[in-house]
């Protein structure tokens, strides 16, 4: 392992801005009023109207939240110039990491509205928060992880992972001790945070014939059970792996869609995991234990992007066809509510970890930030209806 200062990147800056009120909600403490009066005296013969125009301007910025337990309203933002490509909130801090194709990655502070931008040379591929939300690991179009520590305002990565494979995407295990690296061979490497090494690496040459027949077997979304005994890699070809974590041994595979695979989600009671790609027009649920589809959400809007469940496990967040958000009943598959808001289709969305907020990104560059406890006991939806919270 190598420090920050091996970094081929001497143009990474960290810079900070903060964030205008114009697009918060209006509410007390950030209306801005304009009142405009038009005095006219009454009309006689050879009498001139005379207009009399007073213009009173009052606005009262926003104070910043000042507890750690302080509550603030749901936000959007314009994040970036181009599409968003991953979102994730930390937790406890709720700090917002924003990925998008302008080549950087904001880190976003909603109850202050301060915002701090890294520059990459190319859009970063992935992204994933440790555990205790204060490690971000980022990987890009190359072969290294970069970890930053978000509690500092530092110019560089903390750590430096160097690795001899194209790595797409990132999962740290339940207890933060492991960062698992998907690669873009299909292999996953598992690094360990203690010693900031490679532990192991396994899944090159462990899958079937059947695969070896498929094109694009390459590595495209992975994710951890909530107990960290499973790993689960979804590939190019639409197939689905199930891994030992602890002995890189392939449980189970099987075919959950004929294009690839672009989101992975299992609840935290760990009994069903919930595929999305990009080209079906519907989310399927799992049964892990044995590949056996056990619920279906037909949601009708190609284009299924990106899924989370909620800490409970009994709903299902989807998005990627549309502007919409759409909370499922994950055991009944049927819709809830659909949260609208965003001006473009919904490119990704997470839950914190606390289960408080979700927060999602969209193509156009906008991000919103939805508190959960207001949607959960909102009003369930009619046929056409939807609820929104702006």
């Known amino acids: 392992m190598r420090r920050a200062p091996s970094l081929r990147r001497p143009n990474m800056v960290l810079s900070r801005r903060a964030y205008g009120d114009a697009q918060s909600p209006i509410d007390p403490k ?57 979102v994730n ?34 859009p970063a591929r992935s ?14 179009v190359d072969t290294d992880i970069y970890v930053y520590d978000i509690r500092t305002t530092s110019e560089e990565p903390k750590y ?41 690496t396994f899944g090159e040459g462990a899958v079937s014939p059947q695969i070896e027949r498929l094109q694009s077997p390459y590595l495209t979304a992975m994710t951890y059970s909530p107990d960290g005994k499973t790993l689960v890699t979804g590939q190019g070809n639409g197939m689905v792996h199930v891994w030992n974590p602890s002995t890189g041994r392939l449980l189970r595979e099987w075919q959950a869609s004929k294009t690839p695979i672009d989101a992975l989600a299992i609840p935290i009671q760990g009994d069903v995991l919930a595929t999305a790609a990009i080209l079906d027009t519907d989310v399927r649920l799992w049964d892990l234990e044995t590949g056996h589809t056990r619920v279906v959400l037909e949601d009708g809007a190609k284009g299924i992007k990106t899924l989370a469940f909620d800490l409970q496990g009994s709903t299902l967040a989807t998005a990627g066809g549309d502007e919409m958000i759409k909370i499922w009943d994950r055991r009944k598959g049927t819709p809830l509510r659909t949260l609208r808001g965003h001006e473009a289709k919904v490119w990704c969305l997470s839950y914190s970890r606390d289960g ?18 207001e949607f959960a ?11 929104s919270w702006n």
């Open 30 to 86: 950030t209306r801005g009023f304009v009142t405009v009066a038009v005095l006219t005296p009454g009309l006689g013969a050879c009498v001139l109207g005379a207009i009399i125009l007073a213009i009173g301007v009052t606005w009262q910025r926003p104070e910043p939240d000042r507890e750690s337990n302080t509550e603030f309203p749901s936000r959007s933002l314009k994040a970036a110039r181009g599409l968003v490509l991953a």
């Open 89 to 122: 909130i930390a937790t406890p801090s709720r700090t917002v990491a924003i990925s998008s194709t302008d080549s950087t990655v904001k880190l976003w502070d909603p109850p202050t509205g301060a915002l701090r931008s890294i520059p990459l040379e190319t």
């Open 127 to 140: 992204m994933s928060y440790s555990p205790d939300g204060t490690l971000l690991a980022i990987t890009v």
């Open 160 to 200: 430096i992972l160097h690795s001899d494979k194209i790595v797409r995407v990132t999962a740290f295990n339940p207890r933060g001790d492991t960062l698992a690296a998907g690669n873009f061979d299909g292999s996953v490497t598992l690094w360990d945070l203690n010693t900031f090494k490679p532990r192991t």
């Open 356 to 373: 408080r907020w979700l927060v999602s990104g969209d193509a156009e560059g906008g991000v919103r930030l939805w508190p959960t406890d």
């Open 377 to 387: 006991a909102g009003p369930k939806l009619a046929s056409g209806d939807s609820a």
